[in-house]
């Protein structure tokens, strides 16, 4: 190495400086640049998501509204224009929360019923005569299904959209069926604040299929946003959907780049100045290295004298003490004694080859079996063994022997070698002076070669190589699991997504039947449709907990944060559920020890979370109150739900909140359910900053207590 022309090169501390500058102007520079990807790709996570957020709203508008609009065409085919017209609306008003409006228009054009009435008043007004709505009824009229248009200047004020569904008698137009959602709402239920947002710039807009120009929902002009604009295709034309980042701020791969470009000056700077001191030292060194290896020499020389005295010790010590050593190589398969090993085996070195089996054929048949499981569970368990067994020499004469061992591994853990003692027990007490000696020179053996190893700088510089080959590959390992975690979630997210659409049209024309809207019913028909309605309701909430639960654990799972009344929307959700307790012979009792609860969190999931306890305590109550509990402790908001239910037993507590787990206890096989509810409160009320508790007993009921912050900051 030393006489290399690279070496030589090296030397010189201006190449030497040079080089470590571009060596570490590099490594910085990449450094830079994936730090530099990666504030790019964060920020266009969040558009993203922001973006999916938006888009799944928007395909479920469209859902609902196709839904809505068709069941009430459906029933002014069937039935005509129905005397109960506000009940229908109110409705369809009731399940669907993206709706503000539900209207009929006859044949003319003319808007002849409109719910509610209030800020509506627009019954009378012809849409054949608006230029603006023109465009968009003829389409619908055109294409004999369902179309949306927007955005649409409202006659009672605002921007919305409108979704017609037409009505078709004897294969002749008599009219249109139309709800109206307002763009406020629409941003209202995704907790966008369009014009107060601080991160994002928020647009919809709709493509002009004859001029190709877009028509903007909001007053901000797009036009100069649109590598941000996102197409949103459909059936009836093509929408697009900005969402713009307002902060461009500085991204800090800049300012690693700068940083590494200082680093890089100074430590080629560095080296140049060290190179040239180090050349004014080299004379001194070699001085010092000529002493020095005049010293290792001897110090080599008296350490090989002291091995060998001390290898001669450990045999003599071996024979006094009548203890044996082996090593059995296990990729050789080969085994090796020490001199006491033969003494004790009475054999000759000289004639006896030393094998495994031939070790084998002299232990006592009785404790063959006992040895062989000892070595094979050994090598299954990874673990050391400590045994005792006979000896049978000549066909004979019986001798104990003690046997300690334990095995050796490779850096990826595969065994490679026994390694163990073997002592005739015929004098262990006499012994034990013997070999406190033994262990000691052992020691001072052990230790000796331990610093001649550290003194290997080459030995040191290949494993630091290997560790650090190891590292990479483990980081390489670990990107594919989470890519493969990744497209599980989300597979798991766009198939819930994909379901939940036909099973809302499921539900909501069942219930239109079950009104008999479309004509009388017999009891078993109506009891079928019931079980049919019931058993899609049940389908529907599973399959929005697989997509919450996939979403928490892709970490894609937003939180919203903001100030809310805690305790109507308890009250709201007891209201909502006594009905179904009640059927149970259930009461619901609330003990409220504040007057006011305004607890700064995500509404929605709040609600979802007390949805699921008050859910779980009524399914599993056979009789009894179910007691709901709210006080204010340590600036924490803490509600306990307590029933007098089946309980859980001690042993199933611990996996009570895993998801996918269903409990064997009491009535648990009598009941329908994935065993996500309470997994998914859990991660819920974690992501809110707060944590969730149980106590139970089997017959004596369970007391979930859930807490959470008053004042929440961190929006995760």
């Given amino acids: 190495m030393k006489s290399s022309f690279i070496y030589r090169l090296l030397k010189k501390p201006l190449v030497a400086g040079i080089t470590a500058f571009l060596i570490l102007l590099l490594s910085t520079q990449y450094i830079s640049y994936q730090q530099y990807l990666l504030h790019e790709n964060k920020q266009k996570e969040e558009i993203d998501n922001e973006v999916s957020l938006i888009k799944e709203k928007l395909q479920a508008l469209v859902m609902y509204s196709y839904s809505a609009t068709k069941a009430l065409a459906y029933i002014v085919e069937r039935n005509g224009v129905p005397d109960d017209f506000d009940d229908i609306a109110i409705e369809l008003l009731d399940n669907h929360e993206y709706f503000d409006v539900v209207e009929l228009v006859d044949n003319t054009g003319t808007i002849t019923h409109v719910y509610p009435l209030k800020d509506n008043n627009v019954i009378g007004f012809n849409i054949f005569k608006s230029n603006e709505a023109l465009s968009g009824v003829l389409t619908t009229i055109k294409r004999k299904d369902f179309f949306i248009a927007g955005p649409v200047n409202l006659k009672q004020g605002g921007v919305g959209i409108i979704s017609r569904q037409p009505i078709f008698i004897n294969e002749k137009f008599a009219g249109f069926s139309a709800v109206i959602t307002t763009l406020s709402t629409f941003f209202n239920d995704l907790k966008i604040n369009t014009s107060r947002d601080e991160r ?32 949103i295709e459909m059936s009836f034309g093509e929408w697009k959907l ?59 020389e008296t350490s090989k004298v002291k091995i060998e005295r001390s290898e001669s010790n450990l045999n003599k010590a071996q024979q006094i003490a009548s203890l044996g050593s082996f090593e059995w190589d296990l990729e050789l398969d080969t085994l090796s004694w020490s001199d006491e090993m033969y003494r004790i085996f009475e054999k000759d070195p000289n004639n006896f080859e030393v094998t495994y089996e031939a070790f084998f054929d002299n232990v006592h048949p009785d404790d063959r079996d006992f040895v062989l499981k000892t070595h094979t569970d050994t090598l299954k368990n990874k673990n050391t063994y400590h045994i005792t067994y006979r000896l049978l020499l000549d066909g004979e004469r019986i001798k104990h022997v003690d046997e300690q061992c334990e095995i050796y591994y490779d850096k990826n853990q595969k065994p490679i070698k026994f390694f163990g003692t073997t002592q005739d027990v015929t004098a262990r007490v006499h012994n034990e002076k013997e070999l406190l000696n033994y262990k000691n020179n052992l020691e001072k053996i052990v230790n000796l070669r331990t610093e001649e190893l550290n003194d290997s700088k080459d030995a040191l510089l290949n494993l630091l190589e290997d560790i650090n080959s190891q590292s990479i590959e483990l980081e390489k390992e670990k990107v594919k699991a989470q890519s493969a975690d990744l497209m599980k979630s989300a597979f798991l997210a766009t198939m819930s997504h994909e379901l939940r659409t036909p099973m809302n049209s499921i539900i909501g024309f069942t219930g239109i039947l079950l009104k008999e809207l479309a004509g009388p019913l017999n009891e078993e028909q109506k009891k079928q449709l019931a079980m049919v309605k019931k058993s ?70 709040v609600e979802q979370i007390l949805l ?65 509810g309470l997994a998914i409160s859990k991660n819920l009320v974690e992501k809110l900053g707060g944590s969730i508790q149980v106590e139970s007993a089997v017959g004596k009921g369970s007391n979930f207590t859930f807490s959470l912050p008053m004042e929440n900051s961190d929006n995760k």
């Avoid at 300012?255 to 001194?284: H, P």
């Avoid at 006594?578 to 305004?598: E, F, H, K």
């Avoid at 859910?615 to 056979?622: G, L, P």
């Fill in 612 to 676: 699921n306890l008050l859910s779980n305590a009524i399914k599993f109550s056979k009789k009894g109150t179910i007691k709901v509990k709210v006080d204010i402790k340590d600036s924490m908001l803490v509600t306990k739900v307590i029933d007098e239910g089946i309980g859980i037993s001690k042993k199933n507590l611990a996996k009570l909140f895993m998801p996918f787990i269903q409990l064997e206890t009491g009535l648990s096989r009598n009941h329908d359910g994935t065993g996500l």
């Fill in 242 to 300: 900005y969402v713009v980042p307002k902060q461009n701020e500085l991204n800090s791969g800049l300012w690693f780049a700068l940083f590494g470009l200082i680093l890089a000056i100074n430590g080629g700077w560095g080296v140049w100045f060290l190179a040239g001191q180090s050349e004014r030292l080299t004379r001194l060194i070699n001085i010092k290295l000529i002493s020095q290896e005049s010293e290792l020499k001897s110090i080599y």
């Fill in 200 to 231: 994002f710039m928020y647009q919809l807009s709709r493509v002009n299929n004859k001029t190709g120009e877009e028509d903007f929902f909001l007053d901000s002009d797009m036009s100069n946003y649109k590598e941000f604009a996102v197409p």
């Fill in 536 to 605: 899609g309701e049940h389908l529907l909430g599973l399959i929005n907990d697989i997509l919450d639960i996939s979403k928490i654990e892709a970490g894609k799972l937003k939180v919203s944060l903001y100030p809310f009344d805690y305790l109507a929307t308890l009250n709201g959700v007891v209201d909502f559920l006594l009905p179904q307790a009640s059927a149970n012979g259930l009461n619901i009792d609330t003990d409220i020890q504040v007057t006011r609860a305004t607890l700064n969190s995500d509404e929605r999931r």
